[in-house]
């Protein structure tokens, strides 16, 4: 099931040519350091917002996910939650 929601994410990104990612993060986290290095590295422009540093930032993560887990991506308003880079390789 996952599979098509990926395939079917990936493809409607490609048609819009446009991808606004938000990576929700935590001071310390290893996960959320891959997940940004693996960004950078395919040249994915995204916004951090560090969850342990700013409330209102963990406050929308709770929000848009129902939980407070990192690192959560929102891709298009698409929500990857307590992803790893294996989750998302495929989108990028």
């Not at 099931?1 to 993060?25: A, E, H, N, P």
């Not at 342990?52 to 848009?64: M, R, V």
């Amino acid at each position: 099931m996952v599979f098509w929601w990926v395939i079917s994410l990936k493809c409607k990104l490609r048609y819009t040519g446009y991808m606004k990612t938000v990576v929700y993060t935590k001071t310390g986290c290893p996960w959320c350091k891959e997940m940004l290095t693996f960004l950078k590295k395919k040249g994915v422009k995204y916004e951090e917002k560090n969850v342990s540093t700013n409330p209102d930032f963990l406050e929308q993560l709770e929000n848009i996910s129902g939980q407070t887990k990192a690192p959560t991506l929102n891709i298009n308003g698409k929500i990857v939650a307590d992803a790893g880079v294996e989750d998302v390789k495929d989108l990028f």
